[in-house]
C-alpha cells in the first residue's frame, strides 16, 4: 500500500516547499565524503523520484554545483539541503528527512515500495557498523572507471580508481556520479 500522493515536504524555515506526485522507486543512504560534508552527518539518506513528478509549491531552490556533473539544492534562508541531482539525469534524490512524513518511506530490508541500498560504503565512517541487512556497494561497482575518474577531476593524473580512491581530493571521489541507480 503506497502513502497517499502527493508527497510533500519543506526546508526548516518553511521558505521552500515541494510535492512529489509520483511515489519513490528507490531510497539510499550514500556514504561519500561529498554527502558528509553536504549533510554534516555520517551519510545522506535520500529517496529517488522522477524529475517530472517533483516540484517546488513554494519558494526556489539554489543550487551548488558540488561536482562537474552534479548539484546540490538547497534552502538560502535556513540552510536545509534538500535535493541532489545529476546533470541530465531524469531523476531527483530529495533529503529523506526534509519529507513531511519520512516514516512512510522505510529504508529497510523489508521495505517493500522499492530498491534501498547502502552506497558508497568505502568512506562510511569506521566505527559506524551497518547492521539492517540493507546491500551494501562500493562506489566501483555502480559506476563506471572513468566515471569515477571523472568524479575527483583528476582524470589526467589519475591512472586508475585505486588512484582515485587514495587520494585526498578535497571534494573527494566519493561520490556515486553516473550511477545506474
Ligand atoms: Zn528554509
Ligand atoms: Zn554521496
Known sequence: MIPALPITGGCLCGA????????????????????????????????KFASTAFATVRGDVTYYRSSRIAERGFCINCGSPLVFRYDNVENVWVSLGSLDRPFDWPLTAEAAWGEVKHVCIESKVPWYSI????????????????????????????SSPEDARSTAAPFGARHPERTSR
Open 16 to 47: 521552500i516547499r515541494y510535492q512529489a506526485a509520483e511515489p519513490p522507486s528507490g531510497g539510499y543512504f550514500c556514504h561519500c565524503t561529498m554527502c558528509q560534508k553536504s549533510y554534516g552527518g555520517l551519510f545522506m539518506t535520500s529517496l
Open 131 to 158: 547492521a539492517d541487512g540493507l546491500d551494501q556497494r562500493p562506489l566501483e561497482q555502480m559506476v563506471s572507471r572513468n566515471a569515477a575518474l571523472g568524479v575527483c577531476g583528476r582524470s589526467a593524473i589519475s
